[in-house]
């Protein structure tokens, strides 16, 4: 077995393993703890092992169920989008259309076809789109219409087509591409939550108070510090990258993660929503567990792109 797929066994089992224990946890709690209200906690728990377990079967498997499944999520998170973005009823053939570029983005991402990867959204999508509205003549309102069908398109589709394409970088074997993607989605997801722990235990000086009341110096700069931590000792074992490399990207990853989350954040709240949808228990939509990989993503493909591609 090449020790790459022997990294992602372990890799796998090592993340299994760490929700085995949060479990265990949780359990003893509410036998220690019976009167506290340990509901919210228990579903993220039962969500994560959904999550965790549908993404470990995707990773193990082969490339092109792999990309269907980044291609669904990307799916779900634009369809959890448009069900709250404001569109106008003689919209309904453009978003037809951006719900058909989603297969063609994977396509050429299981193509390994950088060139058209990298414009067919932002250039091609970006014209088609308006010139598909001019044609129904519906002028009211047409560039907000535009412009949520252009954000929509590049933070659901585009920006997160870059985890999947991390699977097909030319010089490296599925195994190492996998491997990328858990170091990507692990880290960004890790930098969520410790930034939500450093900020419950020291936050007290708030960095953006009215768009995200809860998020905090302390919170902002821990997450960063552990997150630069955890990379710089994951990456040299896990990716190609020297401690240096990975050092900047889990600088990348962490504040990324933080403007990717307050980003989403601002939107929901311009539609007056907290949570993007209900699809996951206690974490709310498949919008507001992505919500950070939106930046993170783009970032991290890039960086790598350009040092080892």
């Known amino acids: 077995m090449p020790d790459s797929m022997q990294l992602l066994y372990y890799c796998l089992g090592g993340i299994l393993s760490v929700l085995l224990l949060a479990t265990l946890i949780i359990i003893g709690l509410k036998q220690c703890r019976p009167q506290h209200n ?20 995707a990773m193990l498997s082969p490339r092109w169920l ?16 448009l069900t709250l973005a404001p569109t106008r009823r003689s919209d309904h053939v453009p978003l037809l259309w951006m719900y058909a570029a989603i297969p063609l983005q994977y396509i050429w991402t299981g193509m390994a076809w950088y060139g058209i990867f990298i414009i067919f959204i932002p250039v091609y999508v970006f014209l088609f789109l308006p010139v598909r509205m001019v044609i129904i003549g519906d002028t009211k309102g047409f ?77 902002l700069l821990g997450g960063v ?22 050092f900047g990207a889990g ?11 307050v980003v989403m954040s601002a939107i929901k709240r311009d539609f007056g929503v907290k949570d993007s949808g209900k699809l996951l228990p206690g974490h709310g939509g498949i919008l507001d567990r992505v919500d950070s990989l939106i930046y ?14």
Request: net charge neutral.
């Open 251 to 261: 600088m990348i990853i962490a504040l990324g993660g933080f403007c990717g989350d």
């Open 296 to 309: 993170t993503a783009p970032l991290f493909f890039h960086f790598y792109y350009y040092f080892y591609i």
């Open 66 to 81: 792999a990309l269907t499944f980044f291609g669904f999520i990307s799916f779900l998170s634009l369809k959890e989008y």
């Open 38 to 57: 340990w509901l919210e906690l228990q579903q993220r728990i039962n969500s994560w092992w959904v999550i965790l377990g549908l993404f470990s079967l």
């Open 143 to 219: 560039l907000h219409s535009a412009s949520v069908m252009h954000w929509g398109m590049m933070s659901t589709v585009f920006a997160l087509s870059h985890v999947a394409y991390l699977l097909t970088l030319p010089g490296s074997d599925a195994s190492e591409g996998t491997l990328l993607v858990i170091f990507l989605v692990v880290l960004t997801e890790l930098n969520d939550i410790a930034q939500y722990l450093w900020g419950k235990s020291l936050g007290k000086i708030k960095v953006i108070p009215k768009v995200s009341p809860n998020k905090t110096w302390e919170g």
């Open 225 to 246: 510090f552990t997150t630069t931590l955890l990379a710089t000792v994951l990456g040299p074992l896990l990716t190609l990258m020297d401690w240096k490399h990975a």
